[in-house]
Nanobody, 126 residues
């Protein structure tokens, strides 16, 4: 497994969680990093991405203003801070890494990412 996601759990609506994604094999500074999620019975969807330098982030419209992606290249770790969680945020969350540059318009295309973590489950109760 190239990426390890952690930090999921059960939280009440309105609460918060911070997910982490780390790797002992990949040098994160070389990759665009993304978070995706898949709810039961639904297709995987884009959540957020962050370019290699870390200065620009791209959250999906459904999480903008609530979720923040960040990275610490020195620690080889990417984070997803999730605030004001809603029941509809319930899903398995996956981190992903892209070795080639991705233009903004296709950051949400999961086929652009080369490496994936095993997923961490987030459950938001109402």
């Amino acid at each position: 497994v190239q990426l390890q996601a952690s930090g999921g759990g059960l939280v009440q609506a309105g609460g918060f969680l911070r997910l982490s994604c780390a790797s002992s094999r990949l040098t994160f500074s070389r990759y665009t990093m993304g978070w995706f999620r898949q709810a039961p019975g639904k297709e995987r969807e884009f959540v957020a991405a962050i370019k290699r330098g870390g200065g620009t982030t791209y959250p999906a419209g459904s999480v903008k203003g609530r979720f923040t992606i960040s990275r610490d290249n020195a620690k080889n770790t990417v984070y997803l801070q999730m605030n004001s969680l809603k029941p509809e945020d319930t899903a398995v969350y996956y981190c992903a890494a892209a070795s080639r540059p991705i233009i903004v318009s296709v950051l949400a295309d999961d086929s652009k990412y080369d490496y994936w973590g095993q997923g961490t489950l987030v459950t938001v109760s109402s």
